[in-house]
């Protein structure tokens, strides 16, 4: 798909659920293999825009489109499955989409996690679930990944190695990625184009760039913004984006 | 004599058996609460049907689908909290039926068989009416079971993955208001929601998938309605009590076995 045309657009989106304006104004595109991430505070209506996305809430005004027959695949903010649902990982990957065991077992291998597949969901780990949940995401063979809080339960090191995967993800299958995060500091490194939603897009660009922006002070704080282009800049010296075949757009 | 037991005996297996997947639902989605209210209201619906010369199953069964899109469309509100809603529901239609059948003068109704269900009022007719909701009920659970499976994991995953989240919960509350007028005769109204339930509970020590949890779920019903009517038939107990007194042994007794069986893993 040739890079002018954007998978997913949303133009001055705005969405009210039960008489609440939750986002409004929000200008939103995600181009083919490109990592956007959306940061804000606590309520900022980041879940309610990728849900909007994704045809879980209807659009209240503005305009939403997206790239013919496109296949998203979405993992949630971590879930809980109730203890008195006997369910194994094989049953969770495909309880909307139908699939071979062996495809399933294709999936889990992209995520490193093919040996639970058998085992009841409740019997994994926080980063072991969240893995099967990327990889239940990456069945469909997506063209766009939507991932809400992907690191949500996981500790510190699963952290980072699970960003690492979604940014090998993104490389060796060329799919686009959003991803919602709270983690300022661990995102900045795998991501193309950094979105900042508070109610409305209050700042929006490269990783290296948005820290400098006042809108992105105001909202994080300066200690934050200090720490980010401390980050960005220690960051450019070590070529990593370079290095994984990643490109910043502005 | 043995005659008299069949109606009860046929209508008990056939409640049993959807019981069981939708008992499963109820356990898994939370809805322990819910069904009751549903119950509950049934006998504002044996109400409806003395004052309007209905049939009781029928009028049971529209009372019942009622709530069950009252209490749909009331969910969507967040200024109370759900239960709170269901407990003004469920105690105020089980007061107001039990108040219009108390003044009714002209109505002579037992009201411990509505409430603890009664064998012996079981008749042709009534098995009937479950062969009918058994051969319409089935096949729509069949139907429902992927989407609602998916649904109870997370509806919005579900609803992003293009399930229609609402139209299938609905048919689900539907498929239990219909079983809930069927069954209100053999268990009473007080104890529906527990020939749902507890059946379901004690089949999740047995089972790995959610198919094996709502069949052991079927079958464990079907088993514990017919030790529960013959004790019933033999003892003269009230039907409901025994059968939910028989289905509370199984579960108990599922219980220890499973904890045996895990202390043997372990060891």
Known sequence: MPRTQPLIEARQLGVRLGGETIIRNVNLSVFDGQIVTLIGPNGAGKSTLIKTLLGVHRVSEGQLTLAPSLTIGYMPQRISIDDSLPLSVYRLMTLTHRAARTAVIDALRLTDVPHLIDRPVQQLSGGEFQRVMLARALLKQPDVLVLDEPVQGVDFNGEVDLYRLIQRIRDERGCAILMVSHDLHLVMAATDEVVCLNGHVCCTGAPETITRQPEFTQLFGHKHADALAFYSHHHDHNHSLAEQGGHVHD | ?267
């Open chain 2, 1 to 267: 004599m043995i005659e008299m037991l069949w109606p009860a005996l046929l209508a008990g297996t056939g409640i049993a058996l959807l019981a069981g997947p939708l008992g499963s639902f109820m356990v898994w989605r939370r809805m322990a609460y819910f069904g009751d209210t549903m119950a509950h209201s049934g006998l504002l619906g044996v109400t409806l049907a003395v004052v309007l010369n209905l049939n009781l199953t029928v009028g049971i069964a529209l009372v019942t689908t009622a709530l069950a899109l009252l209490l749909f469309g009331l969910q969507r509100q967040r200024r109370l909290p759900s239960d709170t809603l269901l407990g003004i529901l469920s105690h105020g239609s089980l007061a107001i039926g039990m108040l219009v059948l108390a003044f009714s003068e002209s109505v002579r109704i037992d009201l411990s068989g509505l409430l603890f269900g009664d064998l012996l009022a079981v008749n042709r007719g009534d098995v009937l009416w479950v062969a009918a909701i058994l051969v319409v009920a089935l096949p729509v659970m069949a139907v429902i079971w992927r989407p609602l499976l998916a649904i109870t994991v997370h509806e919005d995953l579900a609803r992003a993955e293009g399930i229609a989240t609402e139209r299938i919960r609905i048919v689900y509350l539907i498929l239990i208001a219909l079983v809930i007028a069927v069954a209100m005769k053999i268990v009473g109204i007080l104890l529906i929601t527990a020939l749902m339930i507890i059946p379901a509970a004690a089949a999740r020590w047995l089972s790995k998938t959610p198919e094996q949890m709502a069949l052991g779920a079927s079958v464990l019903g079907v088993i514990c309605v017919w030790a529960g009517l013959g004790g019933s038939w033999l003892t003269n107990a009230p039907s409901g009590p025994a059968i939910v007194v028989t289905a509370v042994i199984a579960f108990a007794v599922l219980l220890a076995v499973s904890q045996v069986r895990q202390r043997l893993a372990n060891r």
